[in-house]
């Protein structure tokens, strides 16, 4: 599943904070152009080497594809940005609606060990089975496995390497990244934020058969 939609990214970029991934049309331009050394050289200076590396590895194209996925994009659920500031706590906001990433360890879900599923903070939408979480040591509430239906995700550039965002499939809320190093059956870490899900004690259904 791929939503992207450039004009929200760069509407994000210019009315937030001034964030290091930066990904406005600018900051791309000049590695385009081999001939522009001047400058790119003013340009790394003003936007910091981590940025001007990525951009430069990413490509414009990467580098809008990076911006606000979870912004990006028809969902089933779908809020102007007004109503999503008034809907959630400001860090549950910074992480679900502009991709930022809370401090490891500050969670409480880190620690949730009950029976129960784990949803989308912005929209209630059933994420991850307790039966699929374990301890990753990383500071952030990790699953092997999604539910069925519950997520999706696109290619983020906000390092130097390629990471796999992954969001809400119903509100397209930003909620982490999945990496390869998770245990079996799937080998798969959904490195989740915690502060943008919510726990439901209760029953948990199994995860999906594979
Ligand atoms: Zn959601």
């Known amino acids: 599943m791929s939503q992207i939609n450039v004009a929200v990214s760069r509407d994000f970029t210019m009315t937030g904070e001034d964030e290091t991934e930066g990904g406005g049309p600018d900051v791309t331009a000049p590695y385009l152009k081999p001939e522009n050394d001047a400058k790119e050289g003013q340009n790394m200076k003003r936007r910091g080497f981590l940025m001007s590396t990525a951009a430069a590895l990413a490509g414009s194209a990467a580098l809008f594809a990076a911006g606000r996925s979870s912004a990006a994009g028809k969902f089933p659920f779908m809020l102007t940005e007004a109503e999503w500031k008034k809907r959630l706590s400001p860090a549950a906001y910074r992480v679900l609606r502009e991709e930022d990433t809370e401090r490891a360890g500050t969670s409480a879900l880190n620690h949730e060990k009950r029976e129960g599923i784990f949803h989308c903070a912005g929209c209630d ?16 509430p990790s699953f092997y496995e999604p539910l069925p239906g519950g997520v999706g995700t696109s290619t983020d550039y906000k390092l130097i390497y390629p990471r796999t965002e992954v969001h809400c499939a119903n509100c397209g809320g930003h909620l ?7 245990p079996p059956p799937t080998g798969k870490r959904y490195c989740m934020n915690g502060v943008a899900m919510t726990f439901m004690p209760g029953d948990a259904p199994a995860p999906r058969a594979s």
Not at 125 to 140: I, Q, V
Not at 176 to 182: I, L, P, Q, Y
């Open 125 to 140: 939408w059933p994420l991850y089975s307790s039966k699929t979480k374990y301890e990753s040591g990383t500071g952030w």
């Open 176 to 182: 982490g990244h999945v990496f390869n190093d998770g």
